[in-house]
């Protein structure tokens, strides 16, 4: 049985390129990723053998990776196993999450398909996207797509990559509240919101943490989205964390601050786009009574929403939505949304975590619920490919944090993201 099925087309991309279709059968021997070879299992080490001959394993998480151009890929992965019972999480890239935990029985298989954007920071032969040095070796940043099978006991069958240039994409701009964040035990809803819409539309996340609105156009990751952007697509802005520390001339929220903001909805409309703000989350701050969330933005999210009444812009209200959403959970239990964690309670972790900004996933799950929810109220058409097991949700009766289910990457890190 080949193992391996290629079929050349061409890819209407920024980066014109031959692209391919790829077919792997997980039942049979698959090699470790190289570079000459261009697929294989990455990152762990024990994952070059076939399913059958994990009969007798515990079987591990696994990280399956294909080198492509940029663009997005249809992804259709079947999960489960002729040999045992099986359960599967299903992420790609960096730790963007497309399925809960799917349980199959032995010999049951399940299929399930999905659309990714993979980048590089390349934009045309003059222009690249400014990346910062630790974002330098980010699986989302790399020349490969990467696929992780995480859960109790992960079981594939089959794996088929082929490009797409139908879905409606939805490209994001933000800070590290929205970022695709590489490490446990951080996290955004730009990784979650994935896991919500169906095979008609791919999330395309570039935003990175520390970024002010005017940053984020300085480093040209506005100019990779306007390289790609179609009509039909959305373009959503989340900011204002990082801009009410801005200092120096022309900084403010009604001055550099809208400024920015106007180009975006300028450069999305150019492309005929629509965009969408989304007003910056809270941070854990509690009045004295441990009550109350105190207001920590300033101007910021009137400003934004400012632009947004004189450019017609639909606005989603997340500094609302978490405002309640913390106060629901309390002083204590609102921690749980958060990294806030004991010494020790990751590999190599030697001090405490204690991050009043930071999402953990938990956290980051519920907020990028918030955010379907303001795509719902706002009326934006995307909201008709979301999946079939979407229940409407609200931010004063959120999921039980006990009942989460989250099954760590390999990548940790102790270092707080950029940004407060």
Known sequence: MKRLLLISCLLGVALVSLAQTYDFDLTQPQPLYSE??????????????????????????????????????????????RYRAAETVVRAESRRLFAEPVKTARKEMKTLT??????????????????KDRERGYVNWDDRLTLEFNGAAPAVS?????????????????????????????????????????????????????????????????????????????????????????????????????????????????K????????????????????????????????????ARREHVPVIELHDMTRTFFETLGYENSKRALVHYPAETFPGQGGALADNTHFNPYGAYEVAKMVVMGMKQAHLSVVANL?????????????????????????????????N
């Open 387 to 419: 999946r079939d097991d979407w229940q409407d949700f609200s931010p004063a009766v959120p999921d039980s944090f006990e009942d989460f289910f989250w099954p760590n990457s390999v990548f940790f890190e102790n270092k707080k993201p950029d940004g």
């Open 114 to 131: 999905f659309v990714v954007n993979k980048r590089s920071p390349y934009i045309n032969e003059r222009q690249s996207i400014r990346i």
């Open 36 to 81: 000459g070879r261009g697929y294989g299992f990455d990152f762990v080490e024990y994952s070059h053998v076939a399913d059958a001959q994990l009969k007798s394993r515990q079987p591990k998480p696994f990280y399956f990776a294909v080198k492509v151009p940029d663009g997005n890929y249809r992804v259709t992965v079947t999960l489960g196993s």
């Open 272 to 307: 005929g786009a629509t965009v969408v703000f989304v007003t910056p989350t809270q941070r854990r701050a509690f009045d004295k009574e441990q009550r109350h969330i105190m207001e920590t933005h300033g101007d910021y999210p009137d400003a934004m929403r400012e632009v």
């Open 158 to 270: 089959r794996i088929c990559v082929e490009p797409d240039t139908t879905a409606v994409t939805l490209y994001l701009c933000g800070n590290s509240t929205v970022v695709d964040q590489e490490y446990e035990p951080w996290s955004s809803w730009g990784q979650m919101v994935t896991r919500w819409f169906d095979d008609k539309v791919c999330v395309a996340n570039y935003a990175e943490s520390g970024l002010t609105a005017t940053s984020f156009l300085a480093q040209n990751r506005f100019e990779k989205i306007l390289a790609t952007l179609k009509k039909g697509d959305f373009v959503f802005c989340e900011f204002g964390h990082n801009d009410q520390k801005e200092r120096g001339a022309g900084s403010g929220a009604y001055y550099n601050f809208a400024f920015a903001l106007k180009k975006l909805v300028d450069g999305a409309r150019s």
